[in-house]
Nanobody, 120 residues
Framework: QVQVVESGGGLVQPGGSLRLSCEAS????????IQWYRQAPGKQRELIAT???????NYEAYVKGRFTISRDNAKNTVYLQMSSLKPEDTAVYYC??????????????WGQGTQVTVSS
């Protein structure tokens, strides 16, 4: 059994910062790429950032320079540090983890999401 859980969302003022966490737990053998997505009301889910098992990162243009993705392999946790937040960053933030479990099955697991609201 594998679970992916996001946390750290909340209400923040424009220009503020927030750090999200994404933790994978359970019968995990190894974790490959982890990605952060977000979905605003009435919009499609969009990719924000990716981090590989080796720590390489990639960001979409609309968050580059403001968001930082990092990874703690010992804790099976990925973080998304968000700064200079704007009202248009308001969304439910999701992570997914591409991993292989202890039965050697490989698939992508999604978390349930965490709400981020940027408003004064």
């Amino acid at each position: 059994q594998v679970q992916v859980v996001e946390s750290g969302g909340g209400l923040v003022q424009p220009g503020g910062s927030l750090r999200l966490s994404c933790e994978a737990s359970g019968s995990i053998f190894t974790i490959y790429d982890i990605q952060w997505y977000r979905q605003a009301p009435g919009k499609q889910r969009e990719l924000i950032a990716t981090i590989t098992s080796g720590g390489s990162t990639n960001y979409e243009a609309y968050v580059k320079g403001r968001f930082t993705i990092s990874r703690d392999n010992a804790k099976n946790t990925v973080y998304l540090q968000m700064s200079s937040l704007k009202p248009e960053d308001t969304a439910v933030y999701y992570c997914n983890a591409d991993l292989r479990d202890t039965l050697w099955a490989r698939r992508v697991y999604w978390g349930q999401g965490t709400q981020v609201t940027v408003s004064s």
